[in-house]
């Protein structure tokens, strides 16, 4: 029998992505608009790709966004104006309703992921911290939990300490791959490096 924590009719995936044209203007000294938009679609596909075999919702307020997710064969759950925060949460809500027991929450600007289903093998919080200690860049909460979602700068010790306010199991992984987004031109300098857009 399997362990519920691997069934994955009760896991789901959810990726919060904002327009890809407003996207990571943090790199606008080394990549035009243009590339901007393409590498925040590329990294954007590549964690959506790395959700299977789970199933997987994208939560945007953005048509074009919601145009390529469905495109792609991924839930969309429609909230503009919502902010991250508060999208996030509409996202586990939205899923929980639909029977998911778990979700996994992982931002879109992920360009080394290649799995992300392993996340979910634990019963009660994992957080995958970005490579400062600082974001949240991959979280999996239990969605009856009431786990209330605090991004930003410093978000990784806030959702630490809401695991540890609701009383859940948690367990943080350092993982490279997941663990390194991209924000700013340093985190364009990776070995090896990074598949950009051609200019």
């Known amino acids: 029998m399997a362990h519920?924590?691997?069934d994955d009719a009760r896991t789901g995936?959810?990726?919060p992505v904002k327009g890809f044209a407003e996207a990571k203007v943090r790199l606008a000294g080394v990549l035009n608009e243009v590339e901007r938009a393409a590498l925040a679609r590329r990294m954007a596909e590549r964690v959506v790709a790395a959700a299977a075999p789970l199933p997987v919702a994208v939560v945007c307020d953005d048509p074009?966004?919601?145009a390529w997710a469905a495109a792609l064969g991924a839930r969309v759950v429609w909230r503009p104006g919502r902010g991250l925060n508060r999208a996030v949460t509409d996202g586990v809500e939205s899923l929980a309703a639909s029977g998911f027991r778990r979700v996994i929450v992982a931002h879109a600007d992920l360009p080394l992921a290649t799995s992300l289903a392993w996340v979910a093998e634990f019963p009660g919080v994992t957080l995958v911290p970005d490579r400062?200690?600082?974001g949240t860049n991959v979280a999996c909460v239990p969605t009856g939990a009431g786990f209330c979602f605090a991004y930003g700068s410093g978000s990784f010790d806030r959702h630490r300490a809401e695991a540890e306010r609701l009383g859940l199991p948690l367990r943080v992984v350092r993982d490279p791959a997941l663990g390194w987004d991209v924000d700013l031109p340093a985190d364009l300098d990776h070995d090896p490096p990074l598949e950009l857009p051609c200019s």
Do not use: A, F, K, Q
């Open 64 to 66: 074009g966004v919601r």
């Open 132 to 134: 400062h200690d600082d």
């Open 4 to 6: 519920p924590v691997d």
């Open 13 to 15: 995936v959810l990726v």
